[in-house]
């Protein structure tokens, strides 16, 4: 994380307008992650030690720091899997600020990233919301795709689910009316039983699964 932190003060430098005369000299170090940070890491020290930099690496720079730094801090403090949902979420609302020509070269990169929008996944990111109006509708949907599973005649395929760029939450990022819903498969040793149990309940569902550990990544 030493290359992250580095990256961190830069930012910080970067934002504030203070950044020491030999910032843009600065050895950086090794990078712990050099598939994913060493571009933005690259970019941003070029723009320090650019005299005049020209509109096209200002705009990457405001890209790096509105979208891709924010995005990467919330994938590494995500824990879960179940979080993901939350992370497409954020892709889709912190790069509404771009034009056109640009958003037309990001929303192809987030469609093709959008596992986590999967209606599985999403059912699974409500059944452990806070909000018991919330939570209910996750579990009732597991009980409708359990119907909708008995008359399904092939094995289902697990396809990227088409995004809406519209959506202000992260509930709102697959129309649901037109969407091909099935049971999440890591539930099957759960009965309709116990799902109407948590229904009725209060409190967040501890599935006796592992689910809860599989982690939403693991490099970043």
């Excluded at 993901?84 to 093709?112: C, E, H």
């Excluded at 959008?114 to 209606?119: I, K």
Aim: overall charge positive; hydrophobic content about 30%.
């Amino acid at each position: 994380m030493k290359a992250g932190g580095r990256d961190c003060g830069w930012k910080r430098d970067k934002k504030s307008g203070n950044g020491k005369k030999d910032l843009a000299a600065r050895d950086p170090g090794p990078l712990s992650h050099p598939r994913r940070l060493t571009t933005a890491n690259r970019t941003l020290r070029l723009y320090l030690s650019a005299e005049s930099p020209t509109p096209e690496l200002q705009e990457m720079v405001v890209f790096i720091l509105k979208c891709y730094m924010s995005i990467w801090f919330s994938i590494k403090t995500s824990k879960y899997f179940t979080e993901g949902p939350k992370l497409v979420n954020q892709s889709i609302q912190s790069s509404r600020y771009l034009p056109d020509d640009l958003r037309n070269l990001v929303d192809p990169v987030i469609k093709r990233n959008g596992f986590f929008a999967h209606p599985e996944h999403l059912i699974l990111a409500k059944t452990q919301n806070n909000t018991k109006l919330i939570r209910e509708l996750g579990l009732r949907r597991i009980l409708k795709a359990r119907q909708l599973d008995q008359k399904r005649t092939t094995i289902r395929t697990f396809m990227l689910p088409k995004l809406n760029f519209k959506a202000q939450d992260c509930s709102e990022i697959i129309n649901w009316i037109n969407c091909d819903l099935s049971s999440p498969p890591l539930l099957k040793d759960s009965n309709d039983d116990e799902i109407k149990s948590h229904i009725q309940s209060n409190s967040v569902p501890n599935w006796d699964i592992t689910f809860k550990t599989c982690p939403v990544h693991k490099s970043s």
